[in-house]
């Protein structure tokens, strides 16, 4: 057995304390040194050869090869070698492979020392930003604690003791002062891979931050009982936080809270005195909602799904309470619930009420020609369209209080005659405009709109069909078409034309077809 040499095993025990310093693997740290010797050998034996070099991890051995290819006949002697050759080395090899050649060993006493340097660096840095990068990527989402390094333009540079982090301008709470050497504890929120190495971003305004916080300060969070369902906050002046518990036995609200207010006292401390609202969560959106507009009362919600908007109605007295300072009452229990709310006081939803009443009232009185008095009961008992009332069964109609059978089929016969006399002046003006009855059935727009078009100079299917989606949003601006409604009712508008090209290329099927077959069909 063959001991050892001094020097190789001096370039292993060099190779396990940078390991060791690095936090690196002592093989990284091996081939970062076969990387230095490699590039020696190419400036000793000539670049214009391809040089592999190799440190043998248990002896310390150094081997040094020049790979050549295997080829038939020999055009460049320092890179191929021919088959014969090759084969005297290896009795396998054919064209195509390579052979490595063994070259005289390198004393590592005779390799610069600056270019070697320069590369073990270079090779046990990306090795460590490596290890940095795979560490710190599965710690996405906890809170680390480390110390100012260094603050330039607001932002903050974090030493974590293994890695370094970033806290930008945007991620520190308003009007918090830090000062280096001082502790910082932040979310990590993003770890990106880059040229310069893995980069760390920390955030103490991140809305998982605070949520972290309570999972810390409460066990009941840490062991699931209770979840936190969502987070809103404004930085450094007000935040709320919704809450469930799975055990019908503990109060989410109190559990955070804490004795005496211990644990969300510690949270409101670490973040710098900013106010925390702990609401119960609901499934059902109505009470969500209201929950998460406390402290203000509310009197009635109504919602609208399709949009994703609730309209709230409050006392008047409480209406500032509801929107608070500058909005942020509502603007936070907007982003907590994930809808968009509306505030009004109970005095502004009676004046709205009421002027939808009078424009009702209004509306009947002047398209059914009866008496005011007539036109306010079917207001009050919910009619709101004409074409509602003409489509409502005659008994349902008489039972209003105050009609009988013989107003209810005057009625009736008013609104029938009405829509009637309505429609053929639309018809009239759809004539006189030079509007095609392809446009005019056109379903997915109404006869008002497609009147207005008409106005416009669109008056066929085809001018509808050749508009951009923006330009109908343009001549139709009271419509409220959304982008991606006006781009469907374009695409329907142009469905006759691939109706068109199916209709031909069938017909030239049949022209080209044999006779027997055209016989046949």
């Given amino acids: ?47 214009e050869h391809e040089i592999t070099a190799e440190i043998d991890p248990k002896s310390g051995e150094i081997r040094v090869y020049r790979q050549l290819e295997v080829v038939d006949e020999v055009s460049d002697p320092d890179r191929e070698v021919t088959i014969d050759v090759a084969r005297r080395q290896n009795p396998e090899a054919d064209v195509g492979d390579h052979i490595l050649e063994p070259l005289p060993p390198i004393d590592l006493g005779r390799i610069s020392a600056q270019s070697a340097k320069q590369v073990i660096v270079q090779k046990v840095r990306e090795a460590e930003r490596e290890r940095q990068y795979e560490e710190y990527k599965d710690r996405l989402g906890e809170i680390l604690v480390g110390e100012v390094k260094r603050i330039e333009h607001g932002n903050i540079l974090v030493d974590l003791g293994r890695a370094e982090a970033i806290v930008r301008r945007d991620d520190v709470i308003p009007r918090e002062m830090f000062q280096v050497k001082d ?66 036995n503990i109060d989410p609200v109190g559990a955070c809270v804490g004795m005496r207010g211990s644990r969300v006292q510690a949270v409101v401390q670490e973040l710098s005195g900013e106010k925390v609202d702990i609401i119960p969560w609901s499934s059902d959106d109505a009470t969500f909602v209201v929950n998460a507009l406390a402290p203000a009362e509310v009197t009635k919600v109504v919602l609208d799904p399709d949009t994703q908007r609730i309209e709230v109605v409050v006392p008047d007295e409480q209406q500032h309470i509801a929107i608070g300072r500058r909005g942020q009452n509502v603007r936070l229990a907007s982003q907590l619930t994930g809808w968009n709310i509306d505030i009004i006081s109970e005095s502004q939803e009676s004046d709205r009420r009421n002027e939808e009443f ?95 078009l008409g106005e ?55 022209e080209t077809a044999p006779a027997s077959e055209r016989q046949t069909a």
Avoid at 9 to 20: I, K, N, P
Avoid at 367 to 373: G, I, S, Y
Avoid at 424 to 430: A, K, M
Wanted: glycine fraction near 4%; charge should be negative.
């Fill in 1 to 47: 057995m063959n001991t050892p040499s001094l020097g190789r095993l001096e370039l292993l025990r060099v190779a396990d304390a940078v390991a060791q310093e690095k936090g690196i693997s002592a093989d990284e740290v091996l081939e970062a040194m076969a990387q230095a010797i490699q590039t020696a050998a190419r400036r000793k034996y000539g670049l």
């Fill in 183 to 248: 502790r910082i504890r932040a979310y990590l929120y993003d770890v990106r891979q880059e040229l310069r190495g893995p980069q760390l971003f920390l955030s103490r305004t991140h809305p998982r931050f605070m949520a972290k916080l309570f999972e810390q300060e409460v066990p009941e969070i840490y062991d699931g009982i209770i979840e936190i369902k969502s987070v809103a906050r404004d930085p450094g002046s007000r935040a709320k936080i919704a809450v469930l518990s799975k055990d019908s």
């Fill in 358 to 452: 009078r424009s009702l009232t209004d509306m009947f009185v002047d398209r059914l020609n009866v008496e005011e008095m007539i036109a306010q009961l079917l207001a009050t008992e919910g009619f709101s369209s004409v074409e509602e009332l003409a489509d409502t069964p005659l008994d349902e109609i008489a039972a209003i209080q105050g009609f009988d059978e013989e107003i209810a089929a005057a009625l009736k016969e008013r609104a029938d005659q009405t829509l009637e006399e309505e429609a053929e002046q639309l018809r009239e003006t759809c004539e006189t405009l030079g509007l095609t009855q392809e446009l005019v059935d056109f379903e997915p727009l109404s006869i008002q709109s497609i009147i207005k």
């Fill in 456 to 510: 416009q100079g669109v008056k066929s299917l085809d001018d509808l069909a050749d508009l951009a989606a923006d330009e109908l949003i343009e001549l139709l601006p009271d419509a409220g078409l959304s982008a991606d409604g006006a781009g469907e009712i374009i695409m329907a508008a142009r469905a006759h034309w691939f109706a068109d090209e199916e209709t031909d290329d069938a017909s030239a099927d049949a």
